[in-house]
C-alpha cells in the first residue's frame, strides 16, 4: 500500500513540476511575440523625382503573424502645388534576415476611396510593386523611436 502511494505522489510531482514549467514556458514564449510586434508612426516630408513631394504621416507595424503593413496619409505635391491625396495601406509578409534587417514581400495595397493618386503614380514615385522583395533597416536610436531605412539609406524616424 506504501509503495501505490509513493508512486501515486511521485506521479503527481511529475505533473505538476511539467504543468509548471508548461505554464513558464508559455510565458516566456508571450512575452518575446510581445516584444517582435510593434506599430509606430512618422510625420514625413519626402523629396521625390520629378519635382513631387509627399507631406503626410506614414505608419509602420509588425504583427506577431509575420504579416506588417505600411500606412501612408497626406498629400503629394508638385511644386508647391497639391496635386493628389494618399491615403493608402501596403500590407506584407515579414521574414527576418538579422537583427536589424527585414524583408518584405507578398505586397497587398489598399486604396482609400478618398485616395487620389493615380496608381502608377503611386508606384513611380511612392513605392515601386514591380521589383521583389525589399529589405527594410530599422535601428534603435532611443527607447521610443526607430530610424527606418532602405539598403541606400535612412527614410524616416519612427516613434512608438
Request: proline share 1%; hydrophobic share 45%; aromatic share 14%.
Amino acid at each position: 500500500m506504501k509503495t501505490k502511494i509513493k508512486i501515486l505522489a511521485g506521479f503527481l510531482l511529475i505533473v505538476f513540476l511539467a504543468a509548471l514549467f508548461a505554464v513558464f514556458y508559455w510565458y516566456v514564449q508571450s512575452e518575446k511575440e510581445s516584444e517582435s510586434s510593434f506599430t509606430c508612426s512618422g510625420n514625413v516630408h519626402f523629396l521625390l523625382r520629378d519635382d513631387y513631394s509627399f507631406s503626410g504621416t506614414v505608419k509602420l507595424a509588425f504583427m506577431n503573424d509575420h504579416r506588417g503593413l505600411l500606412a501612408y496619409s497626406g498629400t503629394l505635391s508638385k511644386e508647391d502645388k497639391d496635386v493628389a491625396k494618399l491615403l493608402r495601406i501596403n500590407y506584407f509578409d515579414v521574414k527576418v534576415e538579422s537583427n536589424n534587417y527585414f524583408q518584405i514581400s507578398n505586397f497587398d495595397i489598399k486604396k482609400n476611396i478618398n485616395d487620389t493618386l493615380k496608381d502608377e503614380d503611386f508606384n513611380h514615385l511612392i513605392f515601386d510593386l514591380s521589383s521583389g522583395p525589399r529589405r527594410l533597416e530599422m535601428h534603435h536610436i532611443a527607447d521610443n523611436a526607430l530610424l527606418i531605412g532602405n539598403v541606400f539609406s535612412p527614410v524616416f524616424i519612427c516613434l512608438k
